[in-house]
């Protein structure tokens, strides 16, 4: 052993043996029948205690959602809590804010989305507490009737800024005031087109958990999402023909918007790829709520119309599933053998009753 390793040796020794003697024995075992008690008396507390969080909340964002001004101002007190540190309205920094960019918060616009915003959160926040969707609904469609307002007074307010920019650039006589309306439109967007997980309001609360909604859209301000998600998926259980207006709907807002284009070659795009499956949405949509001839027809008349579209070979196989008679059932290989005592099989006297068909499943 080298000098160095001889010498250092000892002292390797002494530290092994002092490391032995800080070994400790392990604890008795728990009780497996009291520690499964107390767990699942911790769990109940648990679950009783965030549902009362919960209700809590829902109170408090309902009364947000009363008016405009109860909106817009709860969410100044979020963006007051999270951007300026709780600071009080009486703070430098927060007065300058409120008096720059948050002067859009005095627009109609602001505080529409502002309400509109916390009635989707108390909506998600009772789903999420257990309402099924079928008792949420009327409440859901009210949501989304408030929606298309909304989307009805962006269009405008957009029109607003495209006439302000090219007053700005002289095209149609001298620059006229200047308005807050792109402030406005950034704010709105801001406050109804995220997720409502990535929100000022729920990153202040920290109750990003409690929004986790299995087939629910995020987005309070997404019109189609929500329809599509939540809606239409429960007017297809109650074969509610609502479902299928809805694409009525669509249809006429994609293709007002298409005309609105400048552009021929939009609107030949349009017309030969975009309505041709907008068409086809709708009729599959008569299908998944009990149209099914109404729905095959429709269908067939759309590939005849549109027969070198993309989609063709795929919406001509839909069809042929769709009227395709359904597989008789099965018969079961641990079925007694007739015995030669049997009555014989006839038309008159069948050996057993007549299995109705399954239900044809329609096309998505």
């Not at 109940?44 to 209700?55: A, E, G, I, L, R």
């Not at 109750?207 to 998600?229: C, R």
């Not at 259980?237 to 809805?246: F, G, N, P």
Request: charged content about 25%; overall charge neutral; some cysteine.
């Amino acid at each position: 052993m080298p000098p160095l390793m001889r010498s250092l040796f000892p002292g390797f020794l002494a530290a092994a043996g002092a490391l032995r003697c800080l070994a400790v024995d392990d604890a008795p075992p728990l009780d497996i029948t009291q520690t499964l008690q107390d767990l699942k008396k911790l769990r109940d507390q648990s679950v009783t205690t965030t549902k009362t969080n919960k209700q809590r909340l829902l109170q408090e964002v309902t009364a947000a959602a009363s008016s405009g001004e109860s909106a817009a101002g709860t969410w100044e007190k979020a963006i007051m809590a999270t951007r300026f540190d709780g600071l009080t309205k009486e703070q430098t920094a927060f007065k300058a804010w409120r008096d720059g960019e948050g002067e859009v918060f005095k627009d109609a616009v602001v505080k529409q989305a502002a309400r509109l915003y916390f009635n989707w959160l108390g909506l998600t926040l009772q789903r999420s507490m257990g309402t099924p969707v079928k008792d949420l609904l009327p409440a859901i469609l009210n949501h989304v009737g408030a929606l298309a307002n909304d989307r009805a007074a962006m269009e405008k307010l957009e029109d607003d800024i495209k006439r302000e920019e090219e007053l700005k650039d002289g095209k149609h006589g001298s620059q006229g005031p200047k308005s807050n309306d792109r402030g406005v439109q950034k704010m709105h967007d801001e406050i109804l087109q995220k997720s409502l997980a990535g929100s000022v309001y729920v990153e202040w609360l920290k109750i990003g958990d409690w929004l986790t909604v299995e087939a629910w859209e995020e987005a309070p301000g997404n019109y189609d999402g929500i329809f599509e998600k939540i809606i239409l998926p429960e007017l297809r259980v109650q074969r509610d023909a609502r479902a299928v207006e809805y694409w009525d709907g669509r249809i006429k807002r994609e293709t007002d918007k298409a005309s609105r284009s400048k552009l021929e070659f939009a609107h030949d795009k349009f017309n030969s790829l975009r309505f041709p499956v907008l068409l086809w949405h709708r009729a599959s949509e008569m299908a998944a709520v009990g149209l099914k001839n109404r729905a095959a027809g429709e269908m067939l008349a759309i590939v005849r119309k549109y027969p070198t579209h993309p989609s063709a070979g795929e919406w001509m196989s839909k069809i042929e599933t769709l009227l395709k008679p359904p597989a008789p059932a099965a018969t079961s290989s641990a079925a007694p053998a007739a015995s030669s005592s049997a009555t014989p099989v006839s038309a008159a006297n069948p050996a057993a009753p007549v299995v109705a068909p399954p239900a044809v499943v329609p096309p998505k």
